[in-house]
Nanobody, 123 residues
């Protein structure tokens, strides 16, 4: 049974940092991509960053200089380091697992999702 579990959210002030973690279990091989999505209240889930099984990455323009996605294959964990946080970064952050070798922003393409972790940035 595949499970995806996020952690690391919290409440910080503008300019602060958080590191989100996404731990995958139940897969025998690392042939999957992970995407991080932000969902603000009343809005759709938005593609923020992703990493493929061979280490290729994508970062949304508005976070490219502040967020970094990385992967520790040995720990089956993907991280999202978030620096210089702004109030507009507030939302629930979801980790999605896509059973494919490339990156995709389509929410419907992802095969498994975590429960989400809340990030709140105050001004």
């Amino acid at each position: 049974q595949v499970q995806v579990v996020e952690s690391g959210g919290g409440s910080v002030q503008r300019g602060g940092s958080l590191r989100l973690s996404c731990v995958v279990s139940g897969l025998s091989a690392a042939n999957y991509a992970i995407g991080w999505f932000q969902q603000a209240p009343g809005k759709e889930r938005e593609y923020i960053a992703a990493i493929s099984n061979d280490g290729g990455t994508f970062h949304k323009d508005s976070v490219r200089d502040r967020f970094t996605i990385s992967r520790d294959t040995a720990k089956s964990t993907v991280y999202l380091q978030m620096n210089s946080l702004e109030p507009e970064d507030t939302g629930t952050y979801y980790c999605g697992l896509y059973l494919g070798p490339w990156l995709t922003q389509r929410v419907s393409a992802y095969d498994f999702w975590g429960q989400g972790t809340q990030v709140t940035v105050s001004s």
